[in-house]
């Protein structure tokens, strides 16, 4: 090998290992993210092994809505009823990507594509007093980066919408027979 040789083997690693280590400093840790005053993902550490409670499509966004086994077994009692609420410790985790078309499959079935947000709800009666005992978080996820951003000043930020269903404990998602 030549002297000239060698040292240009050298530099394409030194600039390589620099590119690959200056990949993974910039990785972003999701759980070190949270809601200004609000929910950190952390709080949800695990929500990717929760049991589906639901499935749907609103729009180019298709949704798995992720229930915790307290919120499983919250459902299976029945709740909500009339007069009965979830119980404090329940935790909905609702992860949204955009819907594409799948030409591999038969049919060519809408399935998820690029990750679009993850949002999370809370119920903690006293923590949350003021937003119908639920809190709320929505971390909008950019591919380029990977990495979650915030969305909202605190956990309120998905009350509003949920006062519609206030009857059923501010839950829009219904648990299906199986």
């Given at each position: 090998m030549t002297r000239v040789s060698s040292w240009l083997i050298v530099s394409v690693a030194v600039v390589l290992a620099g590119f690959v280590g200056s990949r993974a400093l910039s990785a972003?840790?999701?759980y070190t993210v949270r809601v200004p005053n609000g929910l950190a993902f952390s709080e949800f550490r695990g929500y990717e092994a929760w049991q589906t409670i639901a499935v749907s499509?609103?729009?180019d966004?298709?949704?798995v809505i992720l229930g915790?086994?307290?919120m499983i077994n919250a459902y299976q009692a029945g709740l909500p009823a009339i007069g009965k609420q979830f119980p404090d410790g329940?935790?909905?985790a609702k992860?949204?990507?955009k819907a594409k078309k799948s030409v591999d499959e038969p049919g060519t079935p809408t399935v998820p594509g690029a990750l679009d947000d993850i949002d999370f709800m809370e119920k903690d009666a006293k923590r949350f007093a003021d937003s119908g005992g639920w809190g709320y978080a929505q971390f909008n996820y950019d591919t380029s980066s990977d990495s979650f951003t915030p969305l909202g000043s605190d956990a309120k930020c998905g009350y509003a919408c949920h006062t519609?269903?206030?009857a059923k404990d501010y839950v829009f998602t219904a648990y299906g027979k199986r």
């Open positions: 972003q840790d999701k499509q609103n729009g966004l298709i949704e915790n086994p307290a329940v935790k909905l992860i949204h990507w519609v269903v206030a």
